[in-house]
């Protein structure tokens, strides 16, 4: 063991970046406004090449302010071109060339780049502009081999954009009024309500349009009631939040298929239809009902469910399966909350052998939202997020309403609890670009310029996570990107001063 530890710390003793393979490149150029060739800027960069430089990786590198000891991404060569003033700049990473084009886009650039190369003493107005784009060719949807390099223009006019999907009214949707109106939202939509929950019924992922031909793929998928949901993730089956929502998608019809074949005389989908609710991480009323009985989803019997779950527990009262789906279709409020809580105990009580025993994070996170969400008091419902931690620490839902909760109790550790979330989380989880943006705002609160690169640390990062949600959900909403776009814009002034 001491022999491994010496290893280890000898590995974490070498540069990173040696172990880290070039992703791809691009050229900087710098010029003055007034000039062709850029003689002032590179007359200035030869009697000052450590100043320029490091004003250079100051406007435009990343690195993650919450761990200063990883390398930049992208990162800026050693050597700058001086018939003007061209610099590589590497990526090692996807992300990397992604932040870089999003803070290309616009002003924000150029506008570093003066300011920081008047802190060291070039006074002159400049140009920027970028060549030689040397980027792997990535086949559509980012996945598979690296297929050579080719210029950026190319790559990008290979992108689709995302579809816009048309409305659709509540009757053809299967979606009740007030959800379908609001179909779309990021998933995390349900887990906030001032709070946690706020706009918890814009959840729901988007319908895929019904005038879409299908393809060879989607046609050889199974049949079932949510194939076309199945379809539309098939592209994207190698992120990690697309592998659990095909899983859940699968425990969900599979259950469905036993209920409506047995008549709903026998109760063994019951449990399917739970794991794949859980697995979607879903906790209000509203999404679990629509997810069961709407039309365009499993378009579940409710009556007919509602009549074997009375039979069942009558029979046995302490059956969790079935008090655990009977609680989580109940209106938010003090029933719920005790609904779920009797779940809690029953389960308890029988101990590992309770079929719902592996799922009490879950549970506890439910109950831990119902509980803010009925009572608006941070500490009950923070006790209940901390118990399902102690059974499943890196239970994500319940990362993130610690978070929300903690904000009415301490924002430094809100702050703390939003980052734990974003690095136990898959870059992709639908709660990241939440959380970033939420980020955005917090630092805001306490000192635009104490905290100005966590604030564009966090905004780009935001962006990029939502342009890159998976296709069936919507971007965050702008009740929250709104206000989190007027800190950016507010570091942005900042910056030109």
């Given at each position: 063991m001491a022999e491994q530890v010496g290893l280890a710390g000898q590995a974490a003793a070498q540069p990173v970046i040696e172990m880290m393979a070039e992703w791809g490149r691009v050229y900087l150029r710098i010029t003055d406004v007034w000039t062709v060739r850029a003689l002032a800027i590179g007359a200035f960069y030869l009697a000052n090449r450590y100043l320029t430089m490091r004003a250079v990786r100051r406007a435009v590198e990343r690195r993650d302010p919450d761990n200063p000891v990883q390398p930049a991404d992208p990162q800026v060569g050693l050597e700058a071109e001086v018939d003007s003033l061209l610099v590589p700049v590497i990526f090692y990473s996807q992300l990397g060339y992604q932040y870089f084009t999003s803070i290309l886009n616009g002003p924000f650039l150029k506008a570093c780049l003066q300011t920081e190369l008047e802190k060291?003493?070039?006074?002159?107005?400049?140009?920027?502009?970028?060549?030689?784009?040397?980027?792997p060719n990535l086949p559509e949807g980012g996945a598979g081999p690296l297929m050579g390099m080719m210029r950026v223009q190319d790559w990008l006019a290979e992108i689709p954009e995302k579809v816009s999907l048309p409305d659709t009214a509540a009757g053809d949707s299967g979606i009740p009024e007030d959800v379908s109106s609001v179909a779309g939202v990021s998933t995390v939509a349900s887990w906030k309500e001032a709070g946690p929950s706020q706009a918890k019924r814009a959840r729901l992922p988007q319908q895929p349009p019904s005038q879409v031909t299908p393809t060879a793929q989607q046609a050889e998928l199974q049949e079932g009631p949510l194939k076309r949901q199945r379809a539309r993730l098939l592209q994207h089956k190698d992120s990690p939040t697309a592998q659990t929502w095909l899983k859940a998608y699968s425990c969900l019809e599979r259950g469905e298929a036993m209920l409506t074949r047995g008549g709903y005389r026998e109760g063994e989908g019951v449990e399917h239809l739970l794991e794949g609710i859980i697995l979607m991480e879903f906790v209000s009323p509203d999404e679990v009902n629509t997810f069961?009985?709407?039309?365009?989803?499993?378009?579940?019997?409710?009556?007919?469910?509602?009549?074997?779950?009375?039979?069942?527990?009558?029979?046995?009262?302490?059956?969790?399966?079935?008090?655990?789906?009977?609680?989580?279709?109940?209106?938010v409020g003090p029933s719920r909350q005790q609904a779920i809580n009797h779940v809690i105990d029953v389960v308890l009580q029988h101990g590992e052998t309770d079929p719902m025993y592996k799922h009490l994070a879950y549970i506890y996170c439910a109950l831990g939202n119902t509980t803010w969400e009925t009572t608006r008091q941070p500490a009950p419902a923070l006790s209940a997020f901390a118990s399902a931690l102690m059974h499943q620490s890196d239970h994500l839902p319940t990362l993130y309403f610690t978070a929300e909760c903690s904000m009415d109790v301490s924002v430094p550790q809100a702050i703390r609890q939003l980052h734990h979330y974003i690095h136990t989380a898959p870059t992709d989880h639908l709660g990241v670009p939440w959380a970033h943006y939420t980020l955005v705002l917090l630092y805001g609160q306490q000192d635009l310029f104490a905290h100005r690169d966590r604030i564009l640390h966090h905004y780009n990062m935001a962006q990029q996570a939502d342009r890159n949600s998976l296709p069936l959900f919507g971007p965050v909403p702008s009740w929250l990107t709104d206000p989190a776009r007027r800190v950016y814009e507010q570091v942005l002034a900042q910056t030109h001063k």
């Open positions: 060291v003493g070039y006074k002159e107005p400049i140009d920027v502009s970028v060549e030689k784009w040397e980027l069961l009985y709407g039309q365009s989803w499993l378009h579940l019997d409710k009556p007919k469910l509602n009549q074997l779950t009375s039979t069942q527990l009558q029979a046995n009262p302490d059956s969790t399966t079935y008090l655990l789906l009977q609680a989580l279709q109940l209106s």
